[in-house]
């Protein structure tokens, strides 16, 4: 690739790296090591996304991105995903690098490919039933998950504190992009356990739910809190542990599958779920197998029914 076009896709789409610090988002400081670990994440993320930007072929980009440090791959896959996403809404003549990618070296990080869509989709304000039939019919709703995400993460005034709606269809999508905003208050609250609770226990009822399988699903893949944090989480929770356990079973199977575990996965899963994020991860997999298309109720929302059928408190018991 020649090195003007480059430029030009930096001017036209890129991020500057500022804009993931806690300072210029607005978020809680909170604990230091935590806030850095979580900067880290944010860092890693657009490492990928400038990567994708400067790279014109998907098996050199997957290389390049196989190097970054395991626990941080996972998030340059995300940060690339976005990328490439844009170039194939801005350029019909090439529409198939997501694609391409996914082929090459992403199948691994599949999950996380299919988040970092979502954030594409935010930026181009894509309309979501149409885009949704280009994906996978159950992975496609970690699109909408990632599209919550980057509401929150970059305009979280108007969709935490004022909780803005989406004015996204079908309707489902809305638990979808809720379950993708809660994973955005792990970032934004800094994993302050009690001003998420608090965060979230102003939202109606109806919606707290999705928002804590979030909160779950980010503190087992992101981490960055001290040990003590997780019995706090899982406390704080009540009653809905069972979909904050679904989403700690969905990071230990997304890290799992990419083959880049952590230390705060298994400590999650341990105490979120009561059981290894190997387990987790199993249980994952498994709850997926049969899904149907339901015009009434997504494959996706079966899924995670399913997996938190698994975490209910009657069901959950030691450590196997």
Known sequence: MGISTSRFRRALLGIRPEEATFHRRGFHDGCPQTR???EAAGEAFLLGYAAALDCNHSGT?????NAIQEEWSGFAFEGAAMALALLD?????DRSRIRRFLEDHGERHVYMIHVGIGWAWARLRTRIPRALRELDPVLGWLAVDGYGFHQGYFHW???VIHQERPRIAPEYARRAFDQ???RSLWFIDCADIPRIASRIGRFSEGRREDLWAGVGLASAYAGGARDEVYDR???AAEPYTPAMAQGAAFAAEARLRAGNPTGHTELACRVLCRRSASSAAEITRRARDGLEPDADIPAFEVWRQRIQARFCATSIGGVP
């Open 180 to 182: 993708g905003l809660g």
């Open 233 to 235: 989480l899982r406390e």
């Open 89 to 93: 809404a801005i350029t019909p003549w």
């Open 157 to 159: 005034p108007r969709f």
């Open 36 to 38: 850095r670990h979580l």
């Open 61 to 65: 980009l997957g290389t390049h991105l």
